[in-house]
């Protein structure tokens, strides 16, 4: 079978496209930008790749076109083409579904924050035991230098996500997954373009929730009061609630500590990824693991060996005694948590926060109001104000001279290295490539 995927370069397509390739289907698509380094793995894979969305794509002889939720009504002449003919289409997350997670014991990773990280540490600990599980993962964890994986294990690895499906199938994305094991890691406000509120969010968990079987398991955070509303309005599958009291528990600090549950010692991690919400993540991963048959100790000692995910306060270099690091974190909370866990490993020395506000969430302005609260660990902040529907400078002004916004990336490039001196910590924070500002940093410093 030949299917056409469109939107294939965006991580998800892109791990769909090497899913159903690994499958024995032959696997075509098309994006607007077809760049490295997806279009590297996906052409690596024998996967022909096509710029743009011309109607003509529609003549490729497809069985089933792949719809990605970049593709909206009236901006890609392909899709009105496809409609126009009346060709077979499918969303991704239900392609998925269809093709690879209905023989599966599914293991889903919702939430706000943590889903690449913990999906990439419970993949990992169900491979350090030998289950061989396949995955879908929305980064690139380095224990595995891949995101998305099929075996003939029964265990799937997948990050859920609670944007919508598709412009045609509003749903997000997890409802059609149906886990046996499902993860509720915590629930903010975010995805401001598509959701209106808090409320409508938390709809969305709970149709989650109505999917996992009664023989299945929710692990659930019990510091989210988010979390327990969700759950209050209906459950029928036993929940594990970690991180509160008589539950899932870590005791001692971030990089040693004690995994405890129902006041029992069960196994002890020793590691170097930093910050409390990391605490929250292996606790998370160990209670899945533990539902698909892993010993706490066993999942501890896989935890020990894990590597993180790329752009997860990765380090891209240092120069001058200056440290330049990569972070995915744009929601308010995560930036919070970035900078906290990296003021706890650094001590006094300087941070110097580089901030793109580059989501949707952040462009239309829903959580500008937080951001400076969000960076008070940081020594000095920089935010690349360009392209945002809001004023930057007078939502950073109350930070006086602690923050500076450009709207320029190079005279942003200047202001940072200017600033910077031995024995600096400059903390990039993007969820997008940031105009390769990393290594222009590096390269500044450098001269």
């Known amino acids: ?50 710029e743009g969305f011309d109607k003509d794509q529609a003549k490729i002889g497809a069985d089933v076109f792949v719809i990605g939720n970049v593709v909206s009504r009236g901006k890609q002449p392909l899709m009105e083409e496809i409609l126009n003919r009346g060709l077979p289409y499918i969303s991704g997350p239900q392609w998925l579904d269809e093709n690879v997670l209905k023989a599966k014991w599914t293991l889903a990773v919702a939430g706000t924050h943590g889903k690449t990280t913990t999906s990439s540490m419970l993949a990992w600990i169900l491979e350090d ?50 886990p046996r094991t499902a993860l509720l890691n915590n629930l903010e406000f975010d995805h401001a373009d598509i959701f209106p509120d808090l409320a409508a969010i938390e709809t969305q968990f709970h149709h989650l929730v109505r999917t996992v079987p009664g023989e299945g398991l929710i692990v659930a955070n019990g510091r989210e009061d988010s979390l327990k509303r969700v759950i209050e309005r209906g459950c029928w599958t036993p929940v594990e609630w970690f991180g509160a009291a008589d539950s899932w528990a870590a005791e001692g600090n971030e990089s040693s500590f004690d995994i405890v549950f129902q006041n029992k010692t069960l196994g002890h991690v ?30 501890c000692e896989a935890l020990s060996r894990f590597q993180n995910v790329k752009r997860r306060m990765e380090i891209r270099g240092m120069v001058n005694g200056i440290t330049v690091y990569d972070d995915f974190a744009h929601h308010p909370t995560a930036i919070e948590t970035t900078v906290e866990g990296l003021r706890n490993k650094v001590g006094t020395a300087r941070i110097l926060a580089v901030l793109e506000p580059r989501s949707n969430t952040m462009k239309l302005g829903a959580m500008k109001a937080q951001l400076p609260a969000s960076l008070k660990q940081a020594d000095k ?66 001269q």
Request: aromatic share 10%; charged share 15%.
């Open 1 to 50: 079978m030949h299917i056409h995927i469109l939107g294939i370069c965006g991580t998800f397509m892109g791990g769909i496209a090497a899913i159903a390739k690994q499958a024995g289907y032959k696997v075509t698509g098309c994006d607007a930008q077809v760049y490295p380094p997806m279009s590297d793995q996906l052409r690596a894979l024998g996967i022909d790749l096509i």
């Open 129 to 178: 035991a030998g289950l061989n599980p396949g995955f879908l993962i929305g980064g690139i964890p380095q224990n595995f230098g891949i995101s998305a994986r099929l075996t003939d294990s029964p265990f799937f690895v997948i990050e859920a996500d609670e944007y919508d499906t598709a412009f045609f199938d509003k749903r997000s994305k997890f409802v059609h997954y149906r």
């Open 270 to 299: 020793e590691w170097s990824l930093m910050g409390e919400h990391n605490r929250m993540n292996a606790l998370a991963a160990i209670a899945c693991a533990r539902h698909a048959g892993i010993s706490t100790q066993l999942a």
């Open 381 to 446: 902040t920089f935010c690349y104000g360009a392209n945002l529907g809001w004023d930057a400078n007078e939502v950073f002004s109350a930070m006086n001279d602690k923050a500076e916004v450009q709207t320029d990336l190079d005279a942003l490039v200047s202001a940072i290295t200017h600033e910077a001196r031995p024995g600096d910590h400059i903390l990039v924070m993007s969820n997008g490539s940031f105009g390769g500002i990393h290594q222009k940093i590096l390269d500044r410093l450098a």
